[in-house]
């Protein structure tokens, strides 16, 4: 069974950024598709960022408009981690992130970490 483990998280300012960490226990060029999804405080959950792999046509990478332009995901094979750079964060970025990977048709989910953002 994989294991993910999220940290970074933290109390930040607007306009700040933070970098969460998203270590795996297994090979994360494996997966299907490796994702970062947030949940604020009485909000549904949202997919903030993804690598999905779509077979011969590559792989692809998607943001949420409400993060594209300040949020950035990116992958480190040799460490087996994948990473959320997030700039300029808002109030609106409060959350508990957590990362997800699927392989197969199964999706495991990390604890998760939180991240408040003040003004």
């Known amino acids: 069974q994989e294991q993910l483990v999220e940290s970074g998280g933290g109390l930040v300012k607007t306009g700040g950024s933070l970098r969460l960490s998203c270590v795996v226990s297994?090979?994360?060029?494996?997966?299907?598709?490796m994702t970062w999804y947030r949940q604020g405080p009485g909000k549904w959950r949202e997919l903030v960022a993804s690598y999905t792999y779509g077979g011969v046509s590559g792989e692809f990478i998607t943001y949420a408009p409400s993060v594209k332009g300040r949020f950035s995901i990116s992958r480190d094979g040799a460490k087996n981690t994948m990473f959320l750079q997030m700039n300029d964060l808002q109030p609106e970025d409060t959350a508990v992130y957590y990362c997800?990977?699927?392989?197969?048709?199964?999706?495991?989910r990390g604890q998760g970490t939180q991240v408040t953002v003040f003004s």
């Open positions: 997800s990977g699927r392989w197969g048709s199964r999706d495991v």
């Open positions: 297994r090979d994360i060029f494996s997966a299907n598709a």
